[in-house]
């Protein structure tokens, strides 16, 4: 009998709803996999806090523990690669909180903006240390298992089809896509994915709590666990096979 699979939404920085979600899980085995969709920085309080938990995570579990990238992380290697001002300057993506949480600084108010050393710093993206650069780079694109296929943003239609994970070329576009219709016509097996917040999903489709377009959205073939943690929301987890949601609200 295969073991379960926990699949976990966007983080964005919130050390403390994390702590509160797995706090509600069940005891972790050998037998189980935990899979984190991706976005574990900017936005939150604590982007640093996030990644020393999960790395420590990943050193202790018991369980296997499968971090994927989100398209934050890799709008970050692109930022130290090549540079990516456009990224890193909108308040909205919250990179100077980020920024501050790395160098273990106070965290910005909403209307707070950053100086102009912070705008080079981040610019240049090396406030953030080499080992966790290193391993933003091993976060894979996507995850398979009996249960469920695990991206973070989803898959786009190709040829009239919508393709295996492995088929996309470049991988990248499955951290960044936002489309109707693969919420609505994805057919195939179950996709669990992250990337956009569930009350910006199309609600009349989702069949978990309809009447709460905030909580976790569950569509004909796919299930959306961006339940906006880091931006105001909380953090979501689904267990499979037995489809038991987890929430680190009250």
């Known amino acids: 009998m295969s073991g379960r699979t926990f699949a976990i939404g966007d983080i964005h920085g919130d050390l403390a709803?994390?702590?509160?979600?797995?706090?509600?899980?069940?005891?972790l085995t050998s037998d189980d996999t935990v899979v984190f969709l991706g976005d574990y920085i900017d936005r939150g309080p604590d982007s640093a806090g996030v990644v020393a938990w999960l790395l420590e995570l990943i050193r202790t579990c018991p369980a296997k523990v499968v971090p994927l990238r989100g398209n934050h992380e890799d709008a970050w290697l692109q930022v130290v690669d090549k540079g990516w001002a456009e990224f890193v300057l909108p308040r909205g993506n919250g990179c100077l909180e980020c920024y501050r949480s790395f160098r273990g600084e106070p965290i910005p108010g909403d209307d707070d903006f950053p100086t102009n050393e912070e705008i080079d710093g981040?610019?240049?993206?090396?406030?953030?240390?080499?080992?966790?650069?290193?391993?933003?780079?091993?976060?894979?694109?996507?995850?398979?298992?009996?249960h469920a296929i695990y991206v973070h943003a989803g898959i786009k239609r190709q040829h009239a089809a919508f393709?295996?994970?492995?088929?996309?070329?470049?991988?990248?576009?499955?951290?960044?896509?936002?489309?109707?219709?693969?919420?609505?016509?994805?057919?195939?097996?179950?996709?669990?994915f992250g990337h956009t917040t569930t009350r910006t999903l199309p609600n009349e489709l989702s069949t978990h709590t309809p009447e709460d377009p905030t909580d976790?959205?569950?569509?004909?073939?796919?299930?959306?666990l961006d339940t906006a943690c880091g931006k105001g929301g909380f953090l979501t987890a689904f267990e499979l096979p037995a489809k038991t949601v987890y929430e680190s609200r009250d």
């Open 17 to 27: 709803a994390l702590r509160k979600l797995f706090s509600r899980l069940p005891a």
């Open 122 to 146: 981040m610019i240049a993206g090396t406030f953030i240390p080499t080992e966790v650069l290193a391993w933003m780079r091993t976060l894979p694109f996507f995850y398979e298992d009996e």
């Open 216 to 224: 976790m959205w569950a569509g004909p073939a796919c299930i959306g």
């Open 163 to 192: 393709p295996h994970p492995r088929e996309v070329k470049p991988q990248r576009a499955l951290l960044w896509l936002r489309d109707r219709d693969f919420f609505e016509n994805y057919r195939g097996k179950l996709v669990v």
